[in-house]
């Protein structure tokens, strides 16, 4: 989340530097003298040297750093410096407040180990064609891209909404591109599909407040961009259709809500259950991925994620302090208000729900509590997919993180049952 520029006077890339340099040290302590107050009460030294030297036992040993880059962001800094390790490349995130004190920190994944690359052409030969248009009409409008299939129509259509985090209209994860798969599958099979930049990752700038939550990150985006498809000629407004992936397939009941002009919902990877209680579910699961015990460096950074959740649902933080993944905390209450289940029953529209049964994220509890509210519903059809993973894409063995830096596709078998049920409609 990027926010306004009044302190260009704080050197955040000095200060990152200078963090990382004491943690390379073990000066753990200097570290949190660096902390602002309600981060320190948060990750106090003992915790950061709990999850510091929890890493060369996950991704092998520090083979150096990047440059750092840093962006305005909430009266403050956001600093990030890549992080080169023998087995991942990660990034280290720093928020720098205008006193000049770390308010926050994460280390990631990066998102790529190199440039990803555009997406391919269109063959001439295809049976639909791509053009680009706008999400909205006025400065604050979404570049995205609206796959259109060849002929008279008018055509059924669906919106993609994207899964948490600042998204490309592709959904780009390391080499994977699943919504640029899903829109020219559905397209190749006479369904329209519009996707488009995610406005964290276009417009970050729109944050700058901090007091957001996700309606502004995601429903409202969303909803517009049912009205855009709505409106182009040779789409049939009776039939716009949104898929949403993960967090998207979350607020997809919401949306539709919103719009009043959704014909029905495509849920991949949804959860059914708060996000808050997935992630700490998701650290617990994947500090076993490697060795199947949790080591005490591991289950430290754990109680300290449990502790930020508990800060974040206290009533009395501020909003604005920066809790989960560096995130307000009101944006994760907004959050937690969302009862997917409720507010897709409120709606009786048509569901399809999909899930892979490889998915180390959204797993079996949250497609468990999908089935178990609408199993009886005749509008409400089902499909597990043994092999795939979050992405809807198929592997082998148990799920892991590593798989998402290979290049695969979308699972032909998935776009084919969504056309199908799409076109059913």
């Known amino acids: 989340m990027s926010l306004p520029a009044h302190a260009q006077a704080v050197d955040g890339k000095a200060i990152a530097t200078r963090a990382l340099d004491h943690m390379d040290a ?12 309600d981060m320190a009460k948060a990750v106090p030294a003992d915790k950061l040297k709990a999850v510091w030297e929890s890493l060369p036992a996950q991704v092998g040993k520090a083979n150096g750093r990047g440059d750092a880059e840093s962006m305005p962001q909430d009266g403050g800094t956001m600093v990030q410096v890549p992080l080169q ?13 205008a006193d000049g004190k770390i308010a926050g920190f994460m280390i990631q994944p990066a998102q790529a180990a190199a440039p990803v690359p555009a997406a391919p052409t269109v063959a001439e030969d295809a049976n ?23 002929g008279d129509g008018p055509f059924p259509a669906v919106v993609l909404v994207h899964g948490s985090g600042p998204h490309d209209r592709d959904e780009t994860i390391g080499p994977n591109k699943p919504f640029l798969d899903i829109a020219r599958g559905l397209a190749a099979q006479g369904i329209a599909v519009l996707r488009y930049e995610k406005r964290t990752k276009a417009r970050p700038q729109d944050f700058a407040s901090g007091v957001f939550g996700v309606d502004e990150e995601t429903t409202n985006d969303a909803a517009q961009a049912v009205a855009t498809l709505r409106g182009i000629d040779g789409i049939d407004p009776k039939r716009v259709f949104v898929l949403g992936h993960s967090q998207g397939g979350m607020m997809a009941p919401r949306i539709a809500a919103v719009s009043g002009h959704v014909a029905g919902l495509v849920l991949l990877a949804a959860p059914a259950r708060s996000l808050l209680d997935i992630v700490i579910e998701q650290n617990r699961r994947l500090a076993v991925l490697d060795d199947q015990k949790t080591s005490d460096a591991e289950r430290d950074a754990i109680t300290a994620l449990i502790q930020q959740v508990r800060v974040t649902r206290d009533a009395a933080t501020d909003p604005a302090t920066r809790t989960v993944m560096g ?4 944006y994760w209450r907004s959050i937690d208000s969302v009862d997917p289940v409720a507010e897709a029953k409120s709606l009786a529209l048509p569901m399809l729900v999909l ?10 509890a949250d497609w468990q509590a999908w089935r178990g509210a609408f199993h009886a519903d005749p509008k409400v059809s089902f499909k597990l997919y043994e092999k795939l993973n979050h992405l809807g894409m198929p592997g082998e063995g148990d799920g892991n993180l590593a798989e998402y830096q290979q290049p ?17 409609r």
């Not at 995130?327 to 009101?330: D, K, S, W």
């Open 327 to 330: 995130l307000p905390a009101g």
């Open 26 to 37: 073990g000066e753990y302590a200097q570290v949190e003298a660096m902390f602002s107050a």
């Open 408 to 424: 695969n596709h979308v699972d032909p078998a998935l776009i084919e049952d969504v056309a199908g049920w799409i076109k059913a």
């Open 85 to 97: 390790f023998e087995k991942a490349a990660l990034v280290a995130k720093f928020v720098i407040d």
């Open 128 to 150: 639909f064609s791509e053009r680009e248009v706008m999400v909205g009409d006025d400065d604050r409008a979404l570049p995205a891209t609206l796959a259109l299939p060849k």
């Open 355 to 364: 899930q892979g049964a490889r998915d180390i994220q959204v797993v079996d």
